[in-house]
């Protein structure tokens, strides 16, 4: 969720050298990466111990537990395992340390929002040649689903799930300010902040963040092409638009407020506009019941653009049972499984059950559309470097007073990736 995103570990590198080392040193022995024998005999069925890791709710816990319970009606040759983490920042903290002990899970289930850093890396085993072996179905799942999991055309994840982000607005203060239709484009948007920024709540909020700024990216037809496009002219444009807000005092940050992220700032009401996602309907639930919100499509800059979350299953390179941990992976994207998670707010990606999705949650009925053009995050490898100098850089830009111009900021992170 962007309200408590995935970070990045500063040790992974140093860490997946030593993996490359003990497995060159013959550190592995013929247990499998999870410290189970690949296969133990249980009756006249030989069974295969996957391990899978994830972090996530009591809800997401409980799913799981009962799909590892029943998994050997389908699979009775699997004997899967659950691993919670306590959360994103702790899972990626220790998964390298656990790949090079030899005990990381077979499978983990994962978020695509800096997921490149890690298949650049060669944590995570591309898929293609285990799909049939498998039985893995890739025609299930919608086709933005898959893409965002393919990269340099191997397929890397089964998506779980999917959903575009969203640009949220109030609706008491919109209909307060006698505006009319929903904006469908960025000078829509200015128009109406314009109108909609007073004393007690500002125009539009526009969190520094790297999540906010790709949608804005997204939506002037730019990118960041994993490092390769940093400084292109669709992405100074958008960031010229956000300069501009500020520029023009109809945008305002968390941080200046005082507040965390840009949630706690609209269900405050001291920001009538936002990018976000669908992670607002439960926070709100609980922050500010009262609050009517509408979600409307990432406004166009030049395209209709934005990116997608896709939560999927990914098997670790290291895994001695890649096979059978993709088996379960399967199994996980079933129409029973994926059915219970849509029913606790997550929207499937398997395409024939996507639309009950909107049926159940109709405050998103219209952000089902984006479903179609939303694409990854597009982040280089070294993700959290990149992260950390666009928002140091565009933060100096509108709240420390540098001068720099959108184009200057783009070209001198663009000199650090090329």
């Given at each position: ?8 570990s500063l ?19 013929n ?35 009962d799909?590892?319970?029943a ?28 790949i ?16 490149y ?25 919608t086709?933005?689903?898959?893409n ?15 959903m ?11 209909k307060d ?15 109406a ?12 909020i526009?969190?520094?963040?790297a ?9 002037f037809?730019?990118?960041w ?17 956000i300069?501009d ?9 968390p ?30 639930k609980?922050?500010n ?10 406004p166009?800059?030049?395209v209709?653009?934005?990116?997608m979350?896709s939560?999927?299953y ?9 096979e ?34 909107f ?9 089902e ?26 933060e ?11 184009k200057?900021i ?9």
């Amino acid at each position: 969720m962007a309200g408590s995103k995935k970070r990045f570990s500063l040790i992974v590198t140093v860490l997946l050298v030593i993996a490359v080392a003990l497995s060159a040193c013959g550190g592995k022995n013929n247990e499998s990466g999870n410290g189970n024998k690949p296969g133990t005999d249980t009756g006249n069925v030989k069974k295969v111990t996957v391990n899978m890791g994830f972090w996530g709710t009591a809800q997401d816990l409980k799913i799981y537990q009962d799909a590892a319970k029943a998994i050997s009606g389908e699979y009775p040759e699997i004997d899967l395992k659950i691993k919670q983490y306590p959360s994103s920042e702790q899972f990626w903290n220790t998964l390298p340390g656990e790949i090079a002990a030899g005990v990381a899970p077979d499978l983990i289930a994962v978020s695509n929002e800096g997921a490149y850093e890690y298949i650049d890396k060669g944590l995570f085993a591309p898929l293609d040649d285990l799909i049939g072996k498998a039985g893995v179905d890739l025609g299930r799942f919608t086709p933005s689903a898959l893409n965002i999991w393919k990269v340099n055309d191997k397929q890397y994840g089964i998506p779980a799930s999917s959903m575009p982000a969203m640009f949220l607005i109030n609706e008491k203060l919109w209909k307060d300010a006698n505006l009319g239709d929903y904006p469908k484009t960025w000078d829509d948007v200015k128009a109406a902040a314009t109108k909609l920024n007073s004393d007690k709540s500002h125009g539009i909020i526009i969190n520094i963040d790297a999540y906010h700024i790709t949608n804005y990216v997204k939506s002037f037809g730019g990118g960041w092409g994993n490092g390769k496009t940093i400084n292109s002219p669709e992405n100074v444009q958008a960031l010229e638009f956000i300069i501009d807000m500020f520029k023009d005092g109809l945008a305002v940050t968390p941080k200046s407020l005082g507040f965390g992220w840009d949630g706690e700032v609209f269900s405050n009401e001291k920001g009538a506009m936002t990018t976000g996602g669908y992670w607002y309907k439960p926070y709100l639930k609980d922050a500010n019941p009262d609050l009517k919100f509408a979600a409307v499509p990432v406004p166009k800059g030049t395209v209709e653009g934005s990116t997608m979350i896709s939560n999927a299953y990914v098997v670790l390179k290291d895994s001695k049972n890649q096979e059978a941990a993709l088996k379960a992976a399967n199994y996980l994207t079933n129409d029973t499984v994926q059915t219970q998670f849509l029913d606790i707010g997550y929207n499937t990606a398997v395409a024939s059950l996507s639309k009950q999705y909107f049926e159940k949650n109709p405050e998103f009925k219209d952000i089902e559309p984006a479903l179609a053009y939303s694409t990854d995050f597009g982040y280089p490898a070294d993700t959290k470097r990149f992260i950390d100098e666009l928002v140091k850089q565009v933060e100096n830009r509108v709240l420390g007073g540098s001068n720099k111009t959108a184009k200057e900021i783009l070209d001198s992170i663009q000199e650090q990736f090329k």
